[in-house]
């Protein structure tokens, strides 16, 4: 008589899976980050917040004891901060984010520049080769 023993053994950790799936929803959740959107939006914060101080201020030298009015104005000037300020601040950061990515290639090649120069100095073999390229830019 013959005995047969199935063994049905996971081919993969149960661990791992939730691990991959769980790198998989991190990585795909990255790829949705906007950065110049996080920017806006606490510089947004930190204006509404300072606007806000301000009203606060002025709003206790003229309530009078009249807290309810001053709360409201007070929410008045904070939505309406949030509601003039959010569009122009988010167009000033993705435009920040623009030119500050063309001011940094804009150092890095002029660091490749200096470095690739001060080879050329020690370098008559790079200095040759950098006069023949000149030469072929300018004609």
């Known amino acids: 008589m013959s005995k047969f023993v199935h063994i049905d053994m996971p081919v993969s950790h149960l661990g791992v899976d939730r691990l991959e799936n ?21 510089l947004l914060a ?3 917040s ?21 709360w ?14 959010s569009q122009p601040i988010r167009v000033f950061v993705r435009g920040f984010r623009v030119r500050y990515a063309i001011w940094s290639a804009k150092r890095l ?12 100095l020690s370098d008559a073999r790079v200095m040759s ?10 004609g």
């Open 50 to 70: 300072a606007i806000l101080l301000a009203a606060n201020a002025l709003i206790k030298e003229v309530s009078d004891g009249h807290l309810l009015m001053a």
């Open 72 to 85: 409201i104005a007070l929410w008045l000037v904070g939505f309406a901060a949030l509601a003039m300020l």
């Open 22 to 42: 769980t790198v998989a929803v991190l990585q795909s959740l990255s790829k949705r980050f906007d950065p110049s959107r996080a920017m806006a939006t606490m």
């Open 46 to 48: 930190a204006i509404v």
């Open 109 to 120: 090649a002029a660091a490749q520049d200096a470095m690739m120069w001060e080879a050329a």
């Open 129 to 138: 080769d950098l006069r023949a390229a000149m030469l072929r830019s300018a």
